[in-house]
């Protein structure tokens, strides 16, 4: 069974910058491809970042574009998402989840469409 764990988040002041982690297991295969999501207090989950674990490639939403970056350990399973210049309406608990592969990385952030299984979460708030 697939489990996703997320790690990393916490208290930074506006204009920091955090890097949270998603490490997976139960997966036989590096083809596979992980999604960042948040959801902010009283509003819907949305898409941050996609990227797939074995070539690399990533997409990002217009929520982080530009302070954004994933990246991935292939050797630990991880992938991480490294946000910059933070803002506070960046606070919000963020998901990483596994995610369909042949629906394109670009649509399933947006659209959250072809999710296959959440991890928990970890909290992200910024304020000074």
């Known amino acids: 069974q697939v489990q996703l764990v997320e790690s990393g988040g916490g208290l930074v002041q506006p204009g920091g910058s955090l890097r949270l982690s998603c490490t997976v297991s139960?997966?036989?295969?590096?083809?596979?491809?992980i999604g960042w999501f948040r959801q902010a207090p009283g509003k819907e989950r949305e898409g941050v970042s996609c990227?797939?674990?074995?070539?690399?490639?990533?997409s990002y939403t217009d929520s982080v574009k530009g302070r954004a970056t994933v990246s991935r350990d292939i050797a630990k399973n991880t992938m991480y998402l490294q946000m910059n210049d933070l803002k506070p309406e960046d606070t919000a608990v963020y998901y990483c989840?596994?995610?369909?592969?042949?629906?394109?990385?670009?649509?399933?952030?947006?659209?959250?469409?072809?999710?296959?299984?959440w991890g928990k979460g970890t909290l992200v708030t910024v304020s000074s």
């Open positions: 990227g797939s674990m074995l070539d690399g490639s990533t």
């Open positions: 989840a596994l995610i369909a592969q042949n629906y394109g990385l670009g649509y399933v952030c947006r659209s959250l469409n072809g999710v296959l299984s």
């Open positions: 139960g997966l036989s295969s590096d083809d596979y491809a």
